[in-house]
């Protein structure tokens, strides 16, 4: 089954870009009919979504920030990506991956397959 | 943007009870565009409700989706253990915002 795994620095220096990548297995990135999304939670807090990509390159983000975000797509590595740029404290928390996928009988979408999740600390 | 307010911020309930939780929107939002998620202690968030009121793969039918316009609800018919969570609802009518979670706890 297809499942989604984060990776990169635990720790990243303010002011610097956090950068992590989410790695598809068991299914192709390219295949369509969803689309790829970061989300973050702050520690004790709920969830705030980042951004989406398709495999073709469309993307949305979240216009709170959408000045700092880049998210970007690699079907030959079956991978998507996140740069986070100008980091503070504030920045600090577990970002997931999570496919955004919809239902055949309606155009309902959701987040239906989630990454387990990986802490980045903002700190000096 | 629209935003999403759940109550209350903690159910405190036993096994075999039913839970009520409730996700207000600041404006319309379409049923279809309404879903509920599920997050365990440790653990990623797991999609339970999406389209406001059908269950996703797997889920439970004492868990049910309902609502429109502005008012949403989840409720739990009867509360077992590993129902001890936090429960999300979403919207992405307008960009893509979760509401600030109620925590389920069992007594």
């Known amino acids: 089954q297809v499942q989604l795994q984060e990776s990169g620095p635990g720790l990243v220096k303010p002011s610097q870009t956090l950068s992590l990548t989410c790695t598809v297995s068991g299914g192709s990135i390219s295949s369509g009919g969803y689309y790829w999304s970061w989300i973050r939670q702050h520690p004790g807090k709920g969830l705030e979504w980042i951004a989406y990509i398709y495999y073709s390159g469309t993307t949305d983000y979240n216009p709170s920030l959408k000045s700092r975000v880049t998210i970007s797509v690699d079907t030959s590595k079956n991978q998507f990506s996140l740069n986070l740029n100008s980091v503070t404290a504030a920045d600090t928390a577990v970002y997931y991956c999570?496919?955004?996928?919809?239902?055949?009988?309606?155009?309902?979408?959701?987040?239906?397959?989630w990454g387990r999740g990986t802490l980045v600390t903002v700190s000096s | 943007e629209i935003v999403l307010t759940q109550s209350p911020g903690t159910l405190s309930l036993s096994p075999g009870e039913r839970a009520t939780l409730s996700c207000r929107a600041s404006q319309s939002v379409s049923s279809g565009h309404l879903a509920w998620y599920q997050q365990k202690p440790g653990q990623a968030p797991r999609l339970l409700i999406y389209?406001?009121?059908s269950r996703a793969t797997g889920i439970p039918d004492r868990f049910i989706g309902s609502g429109s316009g502005t008012d949403f609800t989840l409720t739990i018919s009867r509360l077992e253990p590993e129902d001890c969570a936090v429960y999300y609802c979403?919207?992405?009518?307008?960009?893509?915002?979760f509401g600030q979670g109620t925590r389920v706890e069992i007594k």
């Open positions: 999570a496919r955004w996928a919809t239902t055949v009988v309606a155009p309902y979408w959701f987040f239906d397959l």
């Open positions: 389209g406001a009121s």
């Open positions: 979403q919207q992405y009518g307008s960009s893509l915002t």
